[in-house]
């Protein structure tokens, strides 16, 4: 029996007019399909909740695996 991989998360700071699909292209370098955008905002919400951000607050954001070793500069 494998064990999936974990998704790894980057902490985010929201800056004001940002959207939450916006934050997760930026952290996932802007390489993000429609077909992996709904899966993404779902570990979202399950990490940080379904309310609304607000400029200031910080989050964590999923990143895909295939950009973990750019963004985590492993």
Sequence with gaps: MSIAP?????RHL????????????LANRHDVT?????????????????ENPKPGMSVVIPILPRHEAEVFKK
């Design 6 to 10: 974990r998704t790894k998360f980057k």
């Design 14 to 25: 929201y800056m004001p007019g940002q959207t939450v699909t916006a934050a997760i292209k």
């Design 34 to 50: 429609k077909e992996e955008m709904p899966g993404l905002l779902l570990q979202y919400k399950e990490a940080n909740g379904a």
